[in-house]
């Protein structure tokens, strides 16, 4: 028998909360990452005032110096930690895949200077249609079309650019380069990136529509991924016949792998919290496993360098979280975590390598407080525990430390 009887997994995309201790092997645009910080930052620089998440711990988890203004609590109603990334990487896909047990010893490529031109001929020789070299670096998705629809509404070229993940993406306007033709020549980039010297993790469509000055990205986007390497502890719990639930851009990283119930894409942050919500009371979720990306605080703010509207994004989460608390059962468990660092104060628009922080809920606790500190992986391990399946490759469980 469970002791949680259904476990609900919220990764809030990129809130990191401090740099991981080999954070100066990593680099953000020349700027070793050592320094990174990116909720004890947003604190210290813009105010941060987050009670919910502060009456579960947050601003009681172990630091050099404390949140400025996440104040920690006497007595706190769930149990808070932060935990260390052992894979070689610091993007979404390689947290995603450690929270669910595997270590990435070899990370996946990223295109700095655009990808080689090898791969944008074979591209333009399958769709027989030119590539615009001038977007083919690191851009922003809205910054993209607004700089190069323009154009590709003339020329019918193909915008393809790239990100701080190891993504290919390819943005078409819906009325030139119809979305179903659009589907065809991403799953062609597919199946040339699936090993190095260009291994990546997505290729992603992005249509849109609208006239120059006035485009807007559409949601007809569609994720081609890999799948993962071995085994994750979604898949042990689908083997097993157990309820998993996913909430979000979840699917699209674990390509379908270990999920039965899949709620969809997010159209915001809001959006994947109602849908959530609907997960966790629909009649038929008696026992399992959710799993829910929130992805805007990287998407929208933390590349794009805008401490103020990460703020924002991280008071409205927080705002929503009574209603997350009052969806669950007296035998659920809650556990709010992040998958990476996105310090919107730093060097930079990438990704940063911290710590993430690890808050756990529920109504059944008789206690409370910090446990030890450890590592991504010993979710996973913690979640087949109670489920009582096999563990993935890496992890230990805390199971008995949530009473």
Not at 61 to 75: F, H
Not at 132 to 143: D, L
Not at 248 to 254: A, T
Request: aromatic share 8%; hydrophobic share 35%.
């Amino acid at each position: 028998m469970s002791k949680f009887n259904r476990m609900h997994l919220i990764v809030l995309d990129s809130v990191g909360i401090g740099a991981a201790p080999d954070a100066n092997n990593f680099v953000n645009a020349g700027v070793p990452d050592g320094a990174s910080d990116t909720l004890g930052h947003i604190s210290k620089t813009v105010g941060l005032n987050v009670p919910n998440m502060a009456k579960l711990g947050l601003g009681n988890i172990p630091r050099e110096q404390p949140l400025k203004t996440v104040p920690a609590e006497s007595n706190p109603t769930g149990y808070a930690t932060k935990l260390e990334e052992v894979s070689l990487g610091k993007d979404t896909m390689t947290g995603h895949w450690e929270i669910m047990g595997l270590n990435i010893t070899e990370p996946f490529d990223t295109f700095w200077n655009g990808f080689p031109e090898e791969i944008l001929t074979q591209i333009e020789e399958f769709s027989g249609r030119k590539v615009i070299r001038e977007s083919n670096r690191p851009y922003s998705g809205t910054a993209v079309i607004d700089d190069f629809g323009p154009r590709q509404m003339e020329t019918g070229e193909l915008i393809i650019y790239t990100s701080a993940d190891p993504v290919l993406q390819i943005a078409a306007h819906e009325d030139i380069i119809p979305v179903e033709e659009l589907y065809r020549i991403c799953e062609f980039a597919r199946s040339i990136t699936l090993e190095r010297p260009a291994l990546l993790g997505r290729i992603i469509a992005r249509p849109y529509v609208g006239e120059p000055g006035n485009f807007t990205r559409t949601s007809n986007r569609r994720d081609l991924a890999i799948s993962p390497f071995a085994p994750t502890v979604l898949d042990k719990l689908n083997e097993a016949g157990i309820d998993t639930y996913s909430v979000g851009k979840i699917s699209d990283i674990f390509n379908g792998e270990g999920i039965n119930h899949d709620m969809g894409h997010n159209k915001s942050n809001n959006h994947g919290v109602d849908n959530l919500i609907k997960a966790m009371t629909s009649e038929d979720f008696k026992h399992g496993f959710s799993f829910t990306n929130l992805v805007d605080f990287d998407a929208l703010y933390g590349h794009r360098r805008n401490p103020q509207g990460y703020r924002d994004c991280l008071h409205e989460f927080d705002e929503r979280l009574p209603e997350i608390i009052a969806a669950m059962k007296e035998d659920d468990l809650l556990i709010i975590t992040a998958d990476h660092g996105n310090d919107p104060t730093y060097a930079g628009t990438d990704h940063t390598r911290e710590y993430i922080p690890f808050l756990a809920y529920s109504p059944s606790f008789k206690c409370s407080g910090l446990i030890p500190v450890g590592h991504f992986a010993d979710i996973s391990a913690t979640i087949a525990d109670n489920f009582g399946v096999e563990k993935a490759m890496i992890g230990e469980s805390f199971l008995d430390k949530l009473v």
